[in-house]
C-alpha cells in the first residue's frame, strides 16, 4: 500500500518560511490528484494548494501569492513552499493523494506561527 510521509514543520516566526514536503512511496504519477491540507485548532480541515488530475493547481485564498505547490516526479514527491507565513497559518498540514479513487493521507506535520 502507498504511503504518504510529511515532513518539514516547525516553529517559525511571522514572515519567515517554511518547506514542506510529502513523500509517497510509490509513483505519484499513479495519482491522479494531489493536495496540502490545513488543519487548524478549532477549524474545519481545509484544502491550502491542490494539484488536479490535469496538472492544473488551485489555492485557498488567504494563501495565495505566497505558498507555491510543486512535484518532484524523480523523488515522488510534493512540496508545499510557504513565505511570509502568518500566525494564522500555524496548524497541522497533511499530504492527501487520490489513488485510483482511493484518497490516501499522510500523518501529516505540525506548522507554529509565532507572532
Known amino acids: 500500500q502507498v504511503q504518504l510521509v510529511e515532513s518539514g514543520g516547525g516553529l517559525v516566526q511571522a514572515g519567515g518560511s517554511l518547506r514542506l514536503s510529502c513523500a509517497a512511496s510509490g509513483s505519484i504519477f499513479s495519482f491522479s490528484a494531489m493536495a496540502w491540507y490545513r488543519q487548524a485548532p478549532g477549524k474545519q480541515r481545509e484544502s491550502v494548494a491542490s494539484f488536479s488530475r490535469l496538472g492544473s493547481t488551485r489555492y485557498v485564498e488567504s494563501v495565495k501569492g505566497r505558498f507555491t505547490v510543486s512535484r518532484e516526479y524523480a523523488k515522488n514527491t510534493m512540496y508545499l513552499q510557504m513565505t511570509n507565513l502568518k500566525p494564522e497559518d500555524t496548524g497541522v498540514y497533511l499530504c492527501?493523494?487520490?489513488?485510483?479513487?482511493?484518497?490516501?493521507w499522510g500523518q501529516g506535520t505540525q506548522v507554529t506561527v509565532s507572532s
Open positions: 492527501v493523494a487520490n489513488l485510483n479513487g482511493v484518497e490516501l
